[in-house]
Structures are given as C-alpha cells and as structure tokens.
C-alpha cells in the first residue's frame, strides 16, 4: 500500500492483500514478485493489515488507486469474503477512482454481473502480446465507464484496432529489471497512431531497461503522451 506511488498513471496503490501466481508470459519477470523476495516475504497470497486494508478511508482528498498492484483482484484463490470486504471499502468511497487491472477478465467479467460496476471504478487488462488480445473481447462484458488496457510489459507490436471503441485508455510500456525483454520504439509509435486515430487516451509509461519509470530510447514526442481520462 503506498499513499505515494512511482507508477505514473495513478497516484497511489492500495493491496488489501498481496501474492499472486503466473498466468501468461507478461509474468515472467513480475516486479511485485521480486519485490516480495527482496523483502523476505514468501510470494504467496497473504493478507495485509487492517491499517492497509482501510486506507482508502483515510485519503480524504479524491485519487486515483491502483487497486492490487501487487496481487490481482480476481485471482481465483483469493477468498470471496476478501473480495466482499475490498469491493464495499470501494462503493463507500466514491470520491476515489479505483483502477483495477487484472489477467483473469472472465472472473471480472463473472463478478461484475452479480455486483455491478460503479462508475468510478475503472476495469482494466493487460495485453503483452498478440495472444491475449481476446481478453479484451472478455473486458467488453464489463459495463465500466472507463475500459482500459495495460500493453506493459509490451513484447510485440501489437494491433488494437478491433478495439478502440471499447477502450478509453492505453498504457503503454516496456519491461524493467535486470531480466527486461526489449521493447521496439516502433511499437510504442504504432499503438500511439492508433490512439490518435480513434480518439483513445494514451499514456507512455516508459521504455524497457534494468529501473522502471526511465525514458530510455523513446523519442521526446512519445516520452510526452501522458494521457489520462478525466475521472
């Protein structure tokens, strides 16, 4: 949980509970999990305590909140009664806008037809490659206000087309750590194009290489797409 948050398209993190498991090749080198190691905490689902499980109510001034950022909200292990707790601290805090990003849209796409989804919270997911754009087919089902996708780490050049009229938002970026994959600045261009094309907010998160947040090899002009829907 941090009040303050390097991640440049939110303004703080919160984890009710932190851990997750792999689930698709964007997790190869998952920052969370190397954090959690530098830490000495095993990376297994655990829950955090109530002073960080309440945070949001004591952030009196509206934020955006990356929800779970070190865990995923709809992991499948994660008890239901978790979930019940997380959601109802989010309904009793409309003021905020929480920013919930998974790799699972169908278990998103499950709870929101039984709970609902208010306005301001946001449903997002992460597209890596070209294998996993049918989870934005799934995030379609998500009655959202603002639909996001997170291409980071971005692997490929990828093609949103078929999308963009379901999307709100793109965060682009590439691979940080010691073990980053590269990231083509031809990728980054290309999905800012198709950005610019639909009318889709876009934000250039950063570049790939060994410390997250740095511009690296990207030009100026995409360094400068730092686009955000108003909430």
């Known amino acids: 949980m941090g ?24 997790c190869d080198n998952c920052y969370a999990r190397a954090a959690m190691k530098r830490y000495g905490h095993p990376w297994e689902l655990t829950r955090t305590t109530m002073v960080s499980v309440y945070a949001p109510f004591q952030w009196k001034e509206p934020r955006r909140i990356f929800t779970c950022s070190w865990s995923d909200f709809f992991h499948p292990y994660v008890p239901e009664e978790w979930q019940q707790e997380a959601w109802g601290i989010m309904l009793a805090t ?14 998103m796409a499950w709870w929101a037809e039984r709970h609902g989804w208010p306005e301001h919270i946001w ?7 070209a294998k996993y754009l049918p989870r934005l087919d799934v995030l379609a089902r998500v009655p959202a206000k603002v639909r996001f996708v997170s291409c980071e780490p971005l692997l490929e050049a ?4 078929p999308y963009t009229t379901l999307l709100n938002l793109v965060i682009v970026g590439g691979e940080s750590g010691p073990h980053h994959r590269p990231m083509q600045v031809e990728w980054v261009r290309d999905l800012v194009s198709q950005c610019r094309e639909a009318g889709v907010k876009c934000f250039v998160k950063q ?18 797409v730092k686009e955000i829907p108003i909430a």
Not at 94 to 107: A, D, E, S
Not at 158 to 161: A, H, K
């Open 3 to 26: 009040e303050t948050t390097k991640i440049a398209w939110t303004d703080s993190t919160w984890n009710p509970w932190i851990g997750c498991s792999e689930v698709s090749p964007g």
């Open 123 to 129: 449903a997002g997911v992460t597209v890596e490659s």
């Open 94 to 107: 409309p003021q905020h806008t929480y920013q919930v990003l998974t790799k699972r849209p169908g278990r």
């Open 207 to 224: 570049a790939s290489g060994p410390r997250p947040g740095m511009q690296g090899d990207l030009p100026d002009d995409l360094w400068a």
């Open 158 to 161: 990828l093609d949103l087309r």
